[in-house]
């Protein structure tokens, strides 16, 4: 069985314990903002950050990730990049460390005509919703980003779609959870019976399916990192989402000299890296970019996302499991849901109310079993 909570940190934190199972960015927020409200916080994890969290590219982007058919996910999206602000600026100071967080925006652009016409009916669609975007002419594009290839045809502009790097994000959630007295166990949770006291957050990514029965699923993005040649700053500031050719990319530049060039979505498990994901996503890459072409190679990745059926998130009290919560199903979006769910699921351990937020989240929507209005969720 495994013990409820470390008696080391019994002098610091008083309050009822909590497991919280998985050490990615999700089950790591949920364990800082709950030690943070007097929790005696243990999380399980054989490999803390191994998942998609130390894969993902960091784009803070409820703009650009704006689809059609999923509005109460794109309000959440938006609700949770608004606290990001702050979180990082609380987050940096109780970590000491630096984020690698950036707000000079996104650019979305369109290589050929026939690129820029697919991606207008998606800038239209979140114009409609009343985001905030602004087409550019490839003039106005290139004033903001010079090293933009010629060929770029049009373009529009996400401010709000910020990023941060997700492998600094883990490392200060680890910090900062430990530092308010979370305490880390480096081992898995085989089964939710195996927690022998207090409520359980299962935060799992893709193996949340395991320890549920929740239909949470492995969907597989590959992608590249490159480095400057010397060393330097990337030549460009912004974000850059674009088609070239029909081939979807982005560009994620950080000020340590990396570039990040993602990703596929592939409907399989495996984690290798393939030759022609590589080949597609750099040809894109460097067509948006030509410069690219003289950066470094410095690592191929894949990882797997957490995928949903309705590719949202699942949030709340799992149906038949008294005590027994959901933080996972992030898919595309965990790093920017990082904040919000964090707090949702924490104001809710403690006040046993669930915010209006999570209604649409629920995972009982999944499942036969319901949980009815008003029901107590432990
Ligand atoms: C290529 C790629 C690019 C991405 N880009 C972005 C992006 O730009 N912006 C964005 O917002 N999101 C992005 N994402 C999505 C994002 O990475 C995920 O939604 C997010 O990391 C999910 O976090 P998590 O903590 O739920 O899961 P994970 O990071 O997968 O963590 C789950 C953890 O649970 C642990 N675990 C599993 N089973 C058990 C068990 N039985 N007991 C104990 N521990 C267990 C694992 O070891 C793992 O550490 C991207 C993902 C990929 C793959």
Redesign the pocket.
């Known amino acids: 069985m495994l013990s409820g909570g470390p008696s080391s940190t019994e002098s610091v934190n008083r309050g009822p314990f909590l497991t919280v199972?998985?050490?990615?960015?999700?089950?790591l927020a949920v364990a800082w903002r709950c030690a943070q409200r007097g929790m005696r916080v243990t999380v399980?994890?054989?490999?803390?950050?191994?998942?998609?969290?130390?894969?993902?590219?960091?784009?803070?982007?409820p703009v650009a990730e704006a689809y059609f058919g999923e509005r109460e996910l794109t309000a959440l999206l938006v609700g949770s990049a608004a606290r990001w602000p702050g979180f990082a600026a609380e987050l940096t100071e109780a970590s000491g460390l630096d984020l690698g967080y950036r707000t000079e925006g996104t650019l979305m652009v369109g290589l050929t005509g026939d690129d820029v016409a697919e991606a207008r009916r998606l800038w239209a669609y979140q114009q409609e919703l009343g985001l905030a975007i602004t087409p550019l002419r490839p003039t106005e594009l290139r004033e903001r980003e010079p090293l933009l290839a010629p060929r770029v045809r049009g373009g529009a502009w996400a401010p709000g779609d910020h990023q941060v790097d997700?492998r600094r994000l883990v490392a200060a959630l680890r910090v900062a959870a430990e530092r308010a007295g979370a305490v880390l166990v480096p081992e898995?949770?085989?089964q939710l019976s195996d927690v022998a006291e207090g409520p359980v957050v299962v935060?799992?990514?893709?193996?949340t399916a395991?320890?549920t029965g929740l239909p949470v699923r492995p969907v597989k993005?590959?992608?590249l990192r490159l480095r400057t040649p010397d060393g330097g700053v990337p030549g460009f500031r912004h974000v850059v989402r674009g088609y070239a050719d029909g081939q979807q990319v982005y560009l994620v530049p950080r000020v340590d000299g990396e570039v990040v060039v993602?990703?596929t979505v592939e409907e399989r498990s495996d984690r290798q890296v393939t030759v022609d994901a590589v080949l597609r996503l750099l040809r894109a890459a460097v067509e948006l970019v030509p410069e690219l072409a003289e950066y470094e190679l410095v690592e191929t990745a894949a990882?797997?996302?957490?995928g949903t059926p309705d590719n949202a998130p699942v949030l709340g009290p799992l149906p038949g499991r008294p005590g027994v919560l959901v933080a996972?199903g992030?898919?595309?979006?965990?790093?920017?849901?990082t904040p919000l769910t964090a707090d949702l699921i924490a104001d809710l351990i403690s006040t046993g109310v669930p915010d209006p937020q999570l209604a649409a989240f629920a995972p009982d929507r999944f499942t036969t079993t319901r949980i009815a209005e008003g029901q107590p969720w432990s």
């Open positions: 199972v998985g050490a990615g960015v999700v089950g399980h994890d054989p490999a803390p950050g191994s998942g998609a969290s130390g894969v993902a590219a960091g784009m803070l982007a997700p898995p949770v085989e935060a799992a990514g893709w193996a395991d320890l993005g590959q992608l993602g990703a990882g797997l996302r957490p996972a992030h898919h595309r979006h965990g790093i920017v849901l």
